[in-house]
């Protein structure tokens, strides 16, 4: 139930923010969804369909204004390679975190 709670909460302040205001809002709820879902015991294949999500541009990247919920508060821990964006391994990092 917190949760889902969470995720509300969520959706409600991204749609308030500008640089969401482009994106489709029923992507970034999919996205909420899922990221509230996940688990230390989730699959690659569901960190896969988050960032493709979280990737609204479709540059293969999720910069910090396309991040959300966890992965935006652990953006900085997840950003191995320090460039500003993270790919789809380490995204992957997610995992470890929702222990």
């Known amino acids: ?3 889902v709670i969470a995720t509300f909460i969520l959706i409600a302040s991204f749609t308030s923010c500008n640089s969401v205001k482009n994106m489709d809002t029923s ?3 999919s996205a909420a ?3 509230g879902s996940l688990s230390s015991n989730s699959t690659v294949q569901q960190v896969s369909s988050l960032f493709s999500l979280l990737d609204t541009n ?3 990247a999720i910069s910090s204004s396309e991040a959300i919920g966890e992965v935006s508060e652990n953006f900085d821990v997840l950003d191995t390679d320090n460039n500003s964006s993270l790919n789809l391994p380490e995204l992957e990092g997610i995992l ?3 222990k």
């Open 33 to 35: 969804q899922l990221l």
């Open 1 to 3: 139930m917190k949760k």
């Open 27 to 29: 992507q970034v709820s």
């Open 96 to 98: 470890g975190l929702l």
């Open 58 to 60: 479709n540059d293969q």
